[in-house]
C-alpha cells in the first residue's frame, strides 16, 4: 500500500481539513453573522417601539414626488432617492401638525 502524500498538520494540508469541511464551516459562520443582523434589527425594532415610534412603508408615486419637489420640500437632483422623500415627507408631516393643519383646512 501506498503512503499518503502528507499527513494532517503537514505542508500540503496544513489544517487537516477537507475542502468540503471548510466551505461548510465558512457556510455556517455566515449564517450565524446572518442571524447577528437580524438580532440586530429585530433589537432596533423593539427598541423603536418601546419608544412609542411607528414604523410606516408605504408607495409613493412619482406625481407625489413632483409636488414635493415644486412645493421644495424635495431637492429635485434627489427624486429617486428613498431617504431624501423620507425625510422630506416627515417635515412635511411635522409642518402641518405644527400648524395644525386639518382635512378640512386643505385647498383644494
Do not use: C
Not at 38 to 56: D, H, I, L, Y
Not at 60 to 67: E, R, Y
Amino acid at each position: 500500500m501506498r503512503a499518503r502524500m502528507w499527513k494532517p498538520g503537514e505542508s500540503g494540508n496544513p489544517a487537516g481539513v477537507s475542502k468540503a469541511y471548510a466551505e461548510a464551516v465558512r457556510e455556517m459562520s455566515m449564517r450565524a453573522r446572518e442571524l447577528s443582523l437580524g438580532a440586530e434589527r429585530t433589537r432596533r425594532w423593539r427598541e423603536r417601539r418601546q419608544q412609542g415610534v411607528v414604523v410606516v412603508s408605504f408607495d409613493v408615486a412619482p406625481d407625489v414626488t413632483g409636488k414635493l419637489v415644486h412645493l421644495g420640500w424635495l431637492d429635485a437632483t434627489r427624486r429617486g432617492d428613498k431617504e431624501a422623500i423620507v425625510t422630506a415627507l416627515i417635515e412635511l408631516a411635522e409642518k402641518a401638525t405644527e400648524l395644525e393643519v386639518t382635512p378640512a383646512s386643505r385647498s383644494m
